[in-house]
């Protein structure tokens, strides 16, 4: 069986995400948000997604693909006819404009030329109401105008605009630039504006890299993880989103397709926590007005996820594109804006606890939230005996959830930490007494033939979710506790190399047939936890090699050809990668830099 990577490289500026393949095309790019329809999407159907492609005259050619060090700008050589090259270079501007972040929504590719005569065709067809429209070009004076949307699509260049319209190959003599917009349009001069922004742009992203503290161990990665998260964030609002893409199947024909383009508050803890242990506040700071913002319905209650707005109604529908290597249904929207998960009450007094517990906060940055501490646990005390879709979002499936309780018990003890702060005595006694309740419950998923915990109340199924009670200090100092409940996990749920299934058992859709790439990552964070250091460093370095070129990870790994599916590349992923460095890295106790 042949090995499948995801062969696209992502660019973002924290307003929009773009992918970017090996033969130059974005095959994905959606305007005016993350959200939004798709502009190109040829990822999701070949003619109906349009095409924004800078392709020799030769059709054969090799392509070589690279981000600029410590930077989002992704820089991609083709070469042909093994004399002439060229490169082209992609980025969403970002940088600081009078004391705010510029960040519009504008692609910008440079075309060079690298040796030999290269001539090169580029093509431009954007596409609106999902693929069905195409959009008329219309000649400007430097420009091409996109017709058939409200907003204006623009493209303007100091290329040949009647070469670009009418997709004719002409020799690269000089620079060229293609500045692609949403809105308001490049109104300055294309060569010095587009060169300036590059500079500015790879002047921001290596900055805010040194700000971050992290340790020695697989620098390199965590870096990439790092840039990849930030963009990740929907910086108008402080939304966090699962990831760009939607309905790239979790494994062929599994009709596993779903649609990661909004916030969910799970995903979002997490992330928020790789960013804590690299001290990193700002990410922190806006979600915390995103939450502050988010509708709760009649009874106060959260939804597992919702768009970059806060739009709580994410109707699922499918539409009629061919899908990614044939793989439909595709999904725009997500059906589980309805389950119940109760856990998230939890992650949301988690993810806000650095705000209380760290110092560098003054008490006037939060003191204003005391009422919405008080009722995230009041929303803790009311859901704790009841039955939830879990974190895998089973559709058909109602349990008692380990995982759930498991941050009832973590909500609980940062709701603890946070009263102390506050001097709120009513408020750490409720805190207290969820706390005990959280650990009766816990233990109630106890198996003691298996010495082990499982999936949910009165089942014996293991699940990866509860690794997290091993990574979340659970078991305190008590290691054989940990490490009895972590070699059941082991027996049930390892697969080949590292990789670990979140659950072997038949869900609504059959069997799981790919692992999924967080819970290995977890694996090797609790395989640090219980002080199997050899074993965890041996398990990390096995488990990046399923990377594409760029060091992007996708959401699931078949363990059997070790290839790529999932959405692409997961949020999720690359914050477990991030974690379980930190753990390794602080085991070893190297210092940042030798």
């Known amino acids: 069986m ?85 490169k082209v270079t992609d980025f969403a501007p970002r940088f600081r404009n009078y004391g705010r972040y510029y960040k519009p929504l504008m692609v910008v590719r440079k075309v060079e030329r690298v040796r030999g005569e290269p001539k090169v065709k580029i093509k431009c067809q954007p596409r609106a109401e999902h693929g069905k429209k195409k959009l008329v070009p219309t000649l400007g004076s430097n420009h091409i105008r996109y017709m058939g949307v409200e907003q204006e699509i623009r493209l303007t260049t100091n290329a040949s605009l009647n070469y670009v319209v009418e997709e004719k190959s002409f020799m690269l003599q000089r620079p060229i630039y293609l500045v692609f917009t949403y809105g308001r ?19 921001y992203w290596r900055e805010w890299l040194k700000s971050t503290s992290i340790t020695n161990f697989h620098q390199d990665y965590v870096l990439r993880s790092l840039l990849i998260l930030k963009i990740h964030q929907f910086e108008d609002t402080g939304a966090i989103i699962a990831a760009s893409t939607t309905s790239l199947p979790e494994s062929p024909g599994s009709t596993r397709n779903w649609d990661y383009r909004y916030c969910w508050i ?16 700002e990410e922190l700071e806006k979600y915390f007005e995103y939450i502050q913002n988010l509708a709760t319905n009649s009874n106060g209650r959260y ?198 299934y979140r659950y072997k058992h038949e869900d609504d859709f059959g069997k799981p047939e790919t692992t999924f790439l967080i819970c290995a990552f977890w694996y090797i964070e609790a395989l640090a936890c219980v002080n199997r250091l050899d074993e965890a460093i041996e398990g990390f370095e096995t488990l990046i090699k399923y990377c594409n070129h760029l060091k992007l990870f996708s959401e699931d790994v078949d363990q059997k050809s070790g290839s790529q599916w999932g959405n692409f590349p997961q949020a999720y992923s690359h914050v477990g990668l991030m974690n379980a460095a930190y753990r390794i890295g602080i085991k070893l106790d190297r210092p940042s830099f030798l």
């Open 266 to 281: 799970r995903d979002s803890y997490y992330t928020l926590n790789a960013f804590n242990n690299i001290g990193h506040f």
């Open 185 to 203: 349009p490049l109104e300055a001069p294309i060569e010095v504006t587009a060169e300036d922004f590059l500079q500015s742009t790879t002047a």
């Open 303 to 500: 939804q597992p996820l919702y768009s970059v707005t806060g739009e709580a109604k994410l109707t699922e529908i499918i539409h009629d594109l061919e899908g990614y290597k044939g793989n439909q249904p595709v999904r725009f929207g997500n059906q589980a804006y309805t389950h119940i998960q109760n856990d998230l009450y939890g992650q949301v007094l988690v993810s806000l606890l650095p705000l209380y517990a760290d110092k560098r906060f003054i008490e006037s940055e939060k003191s204003h939230s005391r009422p919405m501490i008080k009722t995230l646990l009041d929303r803790i005390d009311e859901t704790m005996d009841e039955p939830d879709a879990g974190l895998w979002e089973f559709r058909n499936l109602k349990q008692e959830h380990c995982y759930t309780f498991l941050f009832h018990w973590a909500g609980a003890s940062a709701g603890i930490k946070i009263a102390n702060r506050l001097e709120d005595v009513s408020l750490r006694k409720q805190a207290e007494s969820l706390r005990d309740r959280a650990i009766k419950k816990i233990e109630s998923c106890y198996v003691p033939e298996l010495k082990a915990y499982a999936q949910a109340v009165g089942v014996k199924h293991m699940d990866a979710s509860t690794l997290k009670m091993i990574n979340m200090g659970y078991f305190g100092n008590d290691i054989e506790r940990a490490n009895n409940h972590l070699k059941q996990l082991e027996k049930e749920l390892l697969a080949k190399d590292f990789l670990f």
């Open 2 to 86: 042949d090995k499948h990577t995801y062969g696209s490289g992502l660019i973002g500026n924290c307003a929009y995400l773009a992918h970017i393949e090996k033969n130059t095309n974005i095959s994905w790019l959606c305007f005016p948000r993350f959200d939004s329809d798709f502009v190109f999407g040829s990822m999701l159907d070949k003619e109906k997604g349009g095409e924004f492609s800078i392709l020799p005259e030769s059709e054969e050619y090799s392509s070589e693909q690279r981000y600029r060090e410590n930077t989002n700008i992704l820089e991609t050589t083709i070469s042909y006819n093994g004399e002439h090259a060229y």
